[in-house]
């Protein structure tokens, strides 16, 4: 069974930085991409940043500059540095792994989310 554990989230003053990790434990065929979500209350769920196995990131427009991805698909766990964080903004970040299922459709998991709050 997979899963996916996120930590790292927390209390944040505007400004600030804090970094998120995940580690995903179990089999995942194919796995091409880890990456995070974030979820605010009463919006969906939006698109932050990806990593994938050759090597190639990519950021929210909201994002670029101020946080960054990385990803060890050996070790299935992928990072994210939150800095600048803006007052706020605060959303339940998801970790994210895309792998491939037997008859090759992609597949995605899901982490179960660690909250990062941005307040004075």
């Known amino acids: 069974q997979v899963q996916l554990v996120e930590s790292g989230g927390g209390l944040v003053r505007p400004g600030g930085s804090l970094r998120l990790s995940c580690v995903a434990s179990?089999?995942?065929?194919?796995?091409?991409?880890m990456g995070w979500y974030r979820q605010v209350v009463g919006r969906q769920r939006e698109f932050v940043a990806t990593?994938?196995?050759?090597?190639?990131?990519d950021y929210a427009d909201s994002v670029k500059g101020r946080f960054t991805i990385s990803g060890d698909f050996v070790n299935k766990t992928v990072y994210l540095q939150l800095n600048s964080l803006k007052l706020k903004v605060t959303a339940v970040y998801y970790c994210?792994?895309?792998?491939?299922?037997?008859?090759?459709?992609?597949?995605?998991?899901w982490g179960q989310g660690t909250q990062v709050t941005v307040s004075s």
């Open positions: 994210s792994a895309e792998g491939l299922k037997t008859n090759g459709n992609p597949r995605r998991y």
């Open positions: 179990g089999k995942i065929g194919g796995l091409y991409a």
């Open positions: 990593s994938t196995n050759r090597d190639t990131t």
